[in-house]
């Protein structure tokens, strides 16, 4: 039988101090105190194998130094009267590790065992002002360690974040096996010293010339531009998924053939569908940026991804023109991207403008991306019968109206549609999504007109739009 206890783990030689939340930190606290569904999507987890041969002790001293590298894992966010919070980071203190152990003559896979550690890490929300922001769990095999997971709050990390975590930890680890010293800890600014540049002239520069660029978008936009339905289902927001090696393969030769990059490209595609479904000749969409274009920043561990509203023009005459703006827009997304959330906010509301949609593209930014598709697009196209299709999340309540996202492991694209059934029903999304691998996988291999992308657009909703998405 599973034994699951815990132990603590100390860390000690920080410095101890206290700071304002940092823009990115800012637009998530808003987010998690004001919409009661954040718990989900304010949790972020990964899981890691750890090298034979190494003791708990070993592994315990790995996530000790991990807390001591980085500020943000060893915060408390402390509550103020007005609503807000300031960062309280710790010197030393100590973290409660979980210690799971399964014996041999136990027949329970891993995969269970790791999804219900991170299921029971991340099911309950972060008390930030009592716990640090970050939960580990130990899996073993008869008090051997395998696997390592964790479950840290976005308000100490964003996906990027979280990533480096995971390399730092497979590092620390992988030196201690070695026997060799740890590797040096990376060149970063911590989230407190970030909140200082931020409150600094230079940095509040930065948020108003966000602030009149995002202006002029949301002059051009209105809650017109997206398409609208009739009656829609219960419950209201459907996520579909499309995990597609096929994408993989075909994104970085798509981009290459418009000389372009990855992001742009897949922008492109999203873009030549909403040209299927919006009424006008443009459509708003909030663009999430990883702010992590300068060094000191590439491998700081807190959120700082934030959203920029932008606004698509649709009446390119090829997928090429198409593709060029899709550039523009993320090069003027990517110039604005770091401002005060707040004042983007009310600055939307001053407009009138409700949600828009959302494209959020992570896999582009993941090393390592396969770069030589099959000979043919006959070979690539063979690929799609790999492709699965889920419906991981239905809900009543989303704070965007359509969510575009690119996620996944280099060798496989996650594309996710999140969508108000009244804009798009179930069959539309699943539609969609099929869409966009067929026209991202011919894209590397020859010109698309943008006509295309609608009759397939055309005959894919007609091949769903009777099935069964319950």
């Known amino acids: 039988m599973i034994t699951i206890r815990t132990t603590d783990v100390e860390f000690h030689g920080g410095r101890p101090r206290t700071a304002p939340l940092t823009w990115g930190q800012e637009a998530i606290w808003d987010l ?31 996530v000790a130094e991990l807390l001591r590298r980085h500020e943000a894992l060893r915060t408390m966010y402390r509550p103020t009267t007005s609503g807000d919070a300031t960062q309280e980071v710790l010197g030393s203190g100590t973290l409660p590790i979980e210690l799971c152990d399964r014996p041999t003559d136990d027949d329970t896979d891993w995969t269970t065992i790791v999804t219900d550690c991170l ?15 970050i939960r580990f769990s130990v899996i073993m095999k008869d008090g051997i360690p395998i696997l390592l997971s964790f479950a840290v709050s976005h308000l100490s990390a964003d996906f990027v974040a979280a990533d480096l975590l995971v390399a730092d930890l497979t590092a620390l680890l992988r030196a201690r096996v070695d026997g060799r010293p740890a590797p040096g800890a990376r060149t970063a600014l911590q989230p407190a010293d970030l909140a200082a540049l931020e409150n600094r002239p230079e940095g509040q520069l930065l948020t108003i010339e966000a602030a009149r660029f995002i202006r002029r978008q949301l002059d051009r936009a209105h809650p017109g531009m997206l398409p609208t339905r009739a009656q829609p289902a219960t419950p209201r ?17 798509a981009a290459r053939r418009h000389r372009s990059s ?16 919006c009424p006008g ?9 990883g702010n992590r274009t300068l060094p000191e920043l590439a491998g700081t561990v807190c959120t700082l991804s934030q959203s920029i509203p932008t606004v698509v023009d649709l009446t390119a005459g090829t997928f090429a023109a198409l593709t060029e703006h899709c550039a523009a827009v993320l090069a003027q997304a990517r110039s604005h991207g770091r401002h005060r959330h707040r004042v983007v906010a009310a600055l939307a509301d001053e407009a009138g403008v409700g949600s828009a949609a959302h494209f959020n593209d992570i896999w582009s930014h993941l090393p390592g991306r396969p770069t030589r598709p099959p000979a043919t697009l006959e070979e690539l196209t063979a690929r799609t019968a790999d492709s699965a299709f889920s419906w991981p999340e239905r809900v009543d309540l989303k704070n965007k109206a359509l969510f575009m996202g690119v996620r996944g492991t280099a060798e496989r694209v996650h594309l996710s549609l999140f969508a108000d059934t009244a804009l798009l029903p179930p069959g539309d999304i699943r539609a969609f ?5 067929r026209t991202a996988v011919t894209l590397a291999y020859q010109d698309v007109p943008l006509a295309q992308v609608a009759a397939w657009y055309a005959e894919s909703r007609t091949r769903y739009a009777d099935v069964d998405h319950g």
Do not use: N
Not at 265 to 274: D, F, Q, R
Not at 281 to 289: G, K, R, T
């Open 237 to 253: 927001f459907f996520r579909g998924q499309l995990e597609s090696d096929a994408v993989a393969l075909a994104v970085g030769p």
């Open 433 to 437: 999504l099929d869409t966009f691998e």
């Open 119 to 133: 299921v029971r890490a991340a099911q309950v929300g972060f008390d930030h002002d009592k716990e640090l922001p």
């Open 32 to 62: 998690v105190r004001d919409w009661d569904d954040a718990r989900s999507y304010a949790v972020l987890t990964r899981w890691l194998p750890i090298p034979l041969l190494l003791s708990v002790g070993d592994v315990l001293e790995c």
């Open 281 to 289: 000749d443009a459509f708003p969409v909030d663009i999430m940026q």
């Open 262 to 277: 990855p992001s742009a490209l897949l922008l492109a595609v999203t873009s030549a569908l909403m040209r299927c479904v």
